[in-house]
């Protein structure tokens, strides 16, 4: 049997995987030359705030399209809402455990790590389960719970707990982020503080009705068209003239300065300005990539990176320890006890050559999981 995915959202997903790539050489190759959040224009250069900028649409699109895509498993003949109940709640368990587990090995190399850092995947199983709730929900309700996440939940950036008190570990984890320590010289960073995630992943299910199949493909572009210019336009109001959604931004000493400025949104957890930028470049890029088809290079290949991103995920972060450790052993710590690269020219090169690299074995596996009914396949 051969299964029939809609090639504009895997395209999508690899386009923003690829991104990913870039900024996760970054984390590896350019540690001397990390970026604070929001990102400190005081002594990041221009090339490298772009660099790291460019990868701000990953994760607020992978999760949209996640929600995206659960309305449409729920719409397969013979599934029930149970069923994507289900699925949702299975599949948000087990990225918790990878991100614990697989993921975080993939980053320390160590079996026993100091620390755990809650990462993209931990915020994605985290949504998921909750979105295995809210599914129930009428969708008048939906509608309402996922714009007030989204737009209100800089109202309570205000609200922190120390950690003597008995909300800073949920607190943590929905919206503040913290360090918490477990105990046994064990600390846990929640990195992706999930709160409005859960209004995202929300957001990307009630696009799913634009994707029935009584609605034309011309008119479902129009929407799409029209919503992500709506979300670029708020962004450009609220920002330009400082209302709220962020913190406020100052003219820097020249015209690209204050551009970068203007762009310098927090993400973090991510801010109403994040999500209106973001997820409106990401619907433009839906558009467009929807333009594209399977047989041409660059479509095709977006699509079968797409197609199989949990595999993309787990590879690229395996590759690219192994390579920091080589080049390390080859040439030695160049930058204190590290190895790094001097320029961003070296970041983009190195992740064009592991993107290539992975390229056919992601080609392969997406072959696979189209002829294949092989319940494993699904999982990547």
Known sequence: MTRVRLGSIDRLRGAVMALMLVDHVREFFFLQHQVSDPMSLDGTSVALFFTRLSSHVCAPIFVLLTGLSAWLYGQKLGRSRNDTTRYLAQRGLILIVLELTVVSFAWSFELRPSRLYLQVIWAIGLSMLALAALLWLPRVWQI?????????????????????????VPWGILHDRSLIRLGDGLTVRTS???????????????LGPWYAPSVEPAQRQRRLLAL????????????????????PWVAGPTEI??????????????????????????????????????GQPLGRVLGQIGAVPMFFYLAHLYLLHLLYLVLKL????????????DGTGLIWLTAGVVLLALIPLCQRLARMKQTSTAPWLSYF
């Open 257 to 294: 300065h204050t551009f970068m400025a203007f762009l310098n949104v927090t993400k973090y957890p991510p801010s109403l300005h994040f999500i209106l930028l973001t997820v409106g470049l990401g619907l433009l890029a839906l558009v467009g990539l929807a333009r594209l088809r399977d």
């Open 192 to 206: 992706y503080p999930v709160l409005p995630w859960i209004g995202l992943i929300l957001a990307g299910y009630l």
């Open 228 to 247: 992500g210019l709506g979300a670029l336009l708020g962004f450009a109001v609220l920002r330009g003239l400082h209302l709220y959604g962020d913190q």
């Open 330 to 341: 080859v040439f030695g710590p160049n930058q204190g006890e590290r190895y790094g690269f």
């Open 144 to 168: 309402t719970l996922a714009a007030g996440i989204l737009c209100g939940h800089n109202l309570l950036d205000g609200v922190h707990f120390t950690p003597d008190q008995w909300g800073f």
